[in-house]
């Protein structure tokens, strides 16, 4: 299968945010997975760039998109919470659900901060599979890294000190966790937590020697065959 790409903005409540739909050939209809990325990123990283490719190869459309403030779309990351964002992946879905060469079939996968809103995305909505890599159980210790993140705002910490969205959702069946060993970042613990908190059906897949952004080719190359398989199984 190649590669079909189309460009898409989202509205949601306060901006505008930039999508990129990656198609496989045929007319479809397909699934469809939403991919979220993390803090102070963008969908156009080599990971999500990969993702597009791979799925679309492999019969799954792939949507990656920006949240606001972050890549080309609209506002600024410091005035962004976690409310925010799945305000935007939710805004992207209505879009995703009007797409005549999409089935209505969604899968979610996020990367760090990315899979703490997408856990907390399918739990609003029990049924599509999930898949995080390298994401936090909770975000108790994200305030202590406030000062080196242009990415940690005000409304960020006072959402924070909230409790609203401290910690991911328990109970989110169709899980995969995958997470890197030498994560220094988020430690391989919130993964094992992850896991723990998750419905049947779940795994956790520990990957050796990968680091948070899954740098070595070998060990994103894992990540995305095994978030693949799962997506496909439940898809």
Request: proline share 6%; with cysteine.
């Amino acid at each position: 299968m190649g590669l079909t790409q189309e460009r898409h903005t989202v509205t949601p409540t306060g901006g505008k945010l930039a999508l990129v739909l990656h198609l496989p050939d045929g007319s479809g209809p397909f699934p469809c997975v939403v991919a979220c990325h993390g803090l102070s990123a963008s969908k156009d990283s080599d990971k999500y760039l990969l993702l597009g490719e791979e799925f679309s190869r492999a019969g799954l459309a792939l949507a990656r998109f920006d949240f606001r403030g972050c890549g080309e779309s609209a506002g600024r990351e410091a005035d962004t919470t976690i409310a925010t964002r799945l305000e935007d992946a939710r805004a992207v879905l209505a879009l995703l659900e009007d797409h005549p060469r999409l089935d209505g079939r969604v899968g979610l996968l996020g990367s760090s901060l990315g899979g703490f809103v997408a856990l907390h995305l399918a739990a609003e909505r029990p049924g599509p599979p999930v898949v995080t890599w390298n994401s936090p159980a909770s975000l108790d210790d994200l305030g202590d890294d406030a000062e080196r993140s242009d990415g940690i705002g005000v409304p960020f910490l006072l959402e924070l000190s909230s409790h609203r969205y401290a910690a991911s959702p328990a109970g989110v069946p169709r899980h995969l966790v995958i997470h890197g060993e030498a994560d220094d970042v988020v430690p391989v613990e919130h993964g094992a937590i992850l896991h723990a908190r998750a419905a049947e059906p779940c795994d956790l897949i520990l990957i050796a020697g990968a680091d948070h952004r899954l740098t070595d080719p070998d060990h994103r190359r894992e990540a995305i065959t095994r978030s693949l398989e799962w997506l496909q199984r439940w898809l």
